[in-house]
């Protein structure tokens, strides 16, 4: 009788085409294939997301840095309240073309207005009227004893249909005009700007309330008609 040797098992004794014990099994269709990449978990999700706002917000910081830069000594610094000391100035609140009004410390005049402009700037750097762009020029003193400013978001136009306009701030960029945009005033000194407003082609400019928007006190008013 011829006997067979027993079959050789393998180290461990696991079973012949078993994958050796304490090992993961191969994945199902696919023995021995390369690893999967793992899937992106949810707080995986929400770190990347945060990863790119701070990006974003980071890239606004420095934004808003360069252009604090490029305003230099004549820009407000951030976090200060510029509050000029002593009584302000009393004088005419109501006034026209080429008089003097006063709000706060800052006396106020408008010297002249250019009416149905329909562009401001050059190509390529040119912005066109909706309507009529009015240029209104205006000189602005610090007669406190501190810096102020003069903003020209803060002066409102009023045409004879009755409604309030707001000035163009992209408008006087185009223009050149870098005095309105919250200037730094030192004491005793005057600045000349160019207000800008936009307003329908049949509207006619009535009035302009001019504010020192570091006073509590009420708008000047200033007719524009006469």
């Known amino acids: 009788m011829t006997h067979h040797p027993p079959p050789v098992e393998p180290p ?14 191969y994945p199902d269709g696919a023995p021995g294939g390369p690893a ?3 899937r992106l978990t949810p707080w995986g999700k929400i770190i ?3 990863c790119v706002v701070a990006v974003l917000l980071a890239l606004l910081v420095a934004g808003c840095v360069i252009v604090l830069i490029s305003l230099g000594d004549d820009a407000i610094e951030p976090g200060i309240q510029y509050t000029p000391e002593g009584p302000p ?12 009004v006063y709000s706060g410390h800052l006396r106020m005049t408008v010297t002249g207005v250019q009416t149905g402009v329909l562009s401001v700037g050059a190509d390529p750097l040119r912005k066109d009227a909706e309507g009529q762009y009015i240029i209104v020029n205006v000189t602005v003193k610090n007669l406190g004893n501190t810096p102020t400013a003069f903003e020209g978001s803060g002066q409102v136009l009023i045409g004879d249909d009755g409604r309030r306009y707001a000035n163009d701030g992209q408008a006087e960029v185009y223009l050149g005009n870098e005095e309105t945009f919250f200037r730094k005033i030192p004491p005793g000194d005057t600045i000349d700007g160019r207000l800008v407003y936009d307003i329908p082609e049949d509207v006619r400019p009535e009035e302009l309330e001019m504010k020192d928007l ?3 006190d009420p708008p000047v008013v200033v007719d524009l008609s006469r």
């Open 36 to 38: 999967q990449p793992p």
């Open 89 to 100: 100035p009393t004088g005419p609140t109501e006034g026209a073309i080429g008089d003097s």
């Open 12 to 25: 461990g004794g696991d079973s012949p085409g078993q994958p050796p014990e304490g090992s993961a099994p």
């Open 48 to 50: 990347g997301f945060g």
């Open 214 to 216: 570091l006073s509590p």
